[in-house]
């Protein structure tokens, strides 16, 4: 693989590298040096890469582990720090931009779910992946992937409710 | 009717049991309908969602490290090198052909060493340079410490006059 056909490899890819990154480290400073690190250790794989029945898939798994990786290694610490500055915010402003704040909301109601059930629903409901791909990047059985997903997407929904009913009864 | 169609849809999706044909549709319906039933708004939230994520896309380089290749630099210098001797034999080999007398080749010897010679200065022209260098660090350090100020500027001036 030369660097035209990496490139073309590459460029419809990285963006899909880039937002599970934004997933796992929710930072995008973060989340941009990680997509630039997987390119380069997928350039340095660039030999082995044709012979994965779905390079995607290799692409994904190797955005996982280097992002599990980087959280091990900062100790879960300043990463997440982002996400809990949205706790408690029912001010008047917060309710003008609401749009907003219901997809902050799912965020964060999704960042609260186990890291392979959030990496599920980023594969699946965010980048529409089949589940056979998403099989081979996540080392698992389909049957399996649909239970998880199944359970993480029911949490989803409990919680969106929970939170969203109250909002809009305390709002009364 | 289509409301039917969509919860049916919806039970599917929560089982895990659709596929992404369906997960479209829903996706799309959502999208679509801005006033909805309220028992569907917390589904919208959701769905809206994931079409948000979607739009978000990396705004970063794509930088492969360049592999430092020795080929081209050896290849240029070969060429270099080919072209040099044919530039300096080729006159030598027409005079020489002309008048054969050991006279043009001793010409011949002599121009060559004092290419040499030229050549050979290179390098201790360049290695020149790089005192200057040294001077620069002693200038800075110089820079640093005024205690030791006129002294340094000592060395340099004596380190000039030598040059």
């Known amino acids: ?172 | 009717m289509e409301q039917q169609q969509i919860n049916n849809l919806l039970d599917k999706y929560f089982e895990g049991e659709t596929d992404l044909v369906e997960e479209t549709k829903l996706r799309t319906y959502f999208a679509n309908n801005k006033t909805l039933p309220p028992e569907l708004e917390e589904y919208r939230i959701l769905f809206s969602y994931f079409e948000a994520e979607q739009e978000k896309v990396y705004q970063g380089d794509v930088l492969l490290p360049q592999k430092r290749s020795y080929k081209w630099p050896i290849a240029l210098s070969g060429i270099v090198a080919v072209v040099a001797a044919l530039w300096l034999t080729q006159p030598f080999a027409d005079e020489a052909a002309a008048d054969n007398s050991s006279r043009n080749s001793g010409i011949a010897t002599e121009n060559a060493r004092s290419l040499f010679m030229m050549m050979g200065s290179v390098p201790e022209e360049s290695r020149e340079k790089l005192g200057y260098l040294n001077e620069l660090e002693v200038l800075k350090i110089s820079e640093l410490s005024s205690e030791e100020k006129g002294a340094s500027n000592l060395e340099q001036e004596e380190k000039s006059n030598e040059k």
């Open chain 1, 1 to 172: 693989m030369n660097q035209r056909e990496f490139l073309a490899f590459i460029n419809p890819l990285k963006d899909r590298i880039f937002r599970l990154s934004l997933r796992y480290l929710v930072s995008k400073d973060a989340a941009e040096d990680a997509t630039q690190e997987v390119i380069i250790k997928l350039w340095n794989n660039r030999k082995r890469l044709k012979k994965y029945d779905s390079p995607e898939a290799f692409a994904i798994t190797v955005t996982k582990n280097h992002c599990i990786d980087q959280l091990k290694l900062k100790g879960n610490n300043n990463l997440r720090i982002v996400h809990s500055n949205f706790e408690g915010n029912e001010s008047s402003l917060q309710r003008q931009i609401e749009a907003k704040d219901e997809l902050k909301m799912v965020s964060k109601i999704i960042s609260t779910l186990t890291e392979r059930e959030q990496t599920l629903i980023q594969l699946r409901d965010i980048e529409q992946l089949e589940y056979e791909e998403i099989a081979e990047a996540m080392d698992m059985k389909e049957t399996a992937i649909r239970v998880a997903l199944s359970r993480a997407r029911k949490k989803i929904r409990e919680r969106i409710l929970k939170i969203h009913r109250y909002g809009t009864a305390t709002d009364k």
